[in-house]
């Protein structure tokens, strides 16, 4: 298993899931997301300071390969971890293990950009600084 920048732990609750007891596809999204903000928030940067200085934070484009399904009650974790892809976008590359087993459940890619109040892509100072240039 890979090293992680962050890592976040949950568990399912029981309105996540469809009839089939598994979690629906697009819940996972909420999973990742939280992973981020948690991760951007634990290196200083908080989506709400950024957005009072007109900055936001937007996601691009998004891949996930569904390996195996959460259920009901299980424990899990999210791992992050960033890096620059160009100029102007950065990858967070997540991973979604359950536990205690550490069975992979699905693996993304999240690739994003930040924008000014004019809809202009640039990145923060602080994002800047922590992809490195």
């Known amino acids: 298993m890979k090293e992680f920048q962050s890592k976040i ?3 399912v609750r029981d309105y996540e899931c469809d009839m089939s007891n598994i979690v629906n596809n697009a819940v996972y999204l ?5 992973a981020r903000h948690k991760f ?11 957005a009072q200085r007109g900055i936001h934070l937007v996601v691009i ?3 996930i390969d569904y390996v195996y ?10 791992g992050v971890n960033a890096e620059r892809i160009s ?3 950065f990858g967070m ?13 699905l693996h993304a890619k999240v690739v994003g950009t930040a924008i000014n109040e ?3 892509p640039k990145l923060p100072k602080e994002l800047e600084e922590l992809l490195g240039n």
Request: hydrophobic share 30%; proline share 6%; aromatic share 12%.
């Open 9 to 11: 732990e949950l568990e």
């Open 30 to 34: 909420n999973y990742l997301e939280h």
């Open 40 to 50: 951007l928030k634990s290196r200083g940067i908080h989506y709400v300071d950024l």
């Open 61 to 63: 484009r998004i891949e």
């Open 69 to 78: 399904p959460l259920r009901c009650g299980d424990e899990f974790f999210v």
């Open 87 to 89: 100029r102007l976008r």
């Open 93 to 105: 590359y997540q991973d979604i293990y359950r536990l205690p087993d550490k069975k992979p459940i």
């Open 118 to 120: 004019q809809g202009r």
